[in-house]
């Protein structure tokens, strides 16, 4: 079973930045599409971006807007999400996940997340 960790998260000022990371252990994920979503208090899980496993082609939510940049190390075996001007909008738990064709979770278990709080 494959495990995510994230990492990363924090509290930050309106317009500040962050990196997130998503460790995966237990099987190698360079061939498959990865994701990160995530889910504000009272709110639906939702996704935020997407990187093909070769990095080469990424995609976004709309409201990213581009502030947000997803990218991976394959030989890390890790995921990024680097984000950027902030919003108090993008509080939320932060979550990674290989990918479906669709870009649903292929995986209908999570990791643990990480926390991201901006502050306005």
């Known amino acids: 079973q494959v495990q995510l960790v994230e990492s990363g998260g924090g509290l930050v000022q309106a317009g500040g930045s962050l990196r997130l990371s998503c460790a995966a252990s237990?099987?190698?994920?360079?061939?498959?599409?990865m994701g990160w979503f995530r889910q504000a208090p009272g709110k639906e899980r939702e996704f935020v971006a997407a990187?093909?496993?070769?990095?080469?082609?990424?995609y976004y939510a709309d409201f990213v807007e581009d502030r947000f940049t997803i990218s991976r190390d394959n030989a890390k075996n890790t995921v990024y999400l680097q984000m950027n001007s902030l919003k108090p909008e993008d509080t939320a738990v932060y979550y990674c996940?290989?990918?479906?064709?669709?870009?649903?979770?292929?995986?209908?278990?999570w990791g643990q997340g990480t926390q991201v709080t901006v502050s306005s």
């Open positions: 996940n290989v990918l479906r064709a669709d870009f649903k979770p292929l995986y209908d278990y």
């Open positions: 237990g099987r190698t994920l360079s061939t498959q599409a």
């Open positions: 990187v093909s496993w070769s990095g080469d082609s990424t």
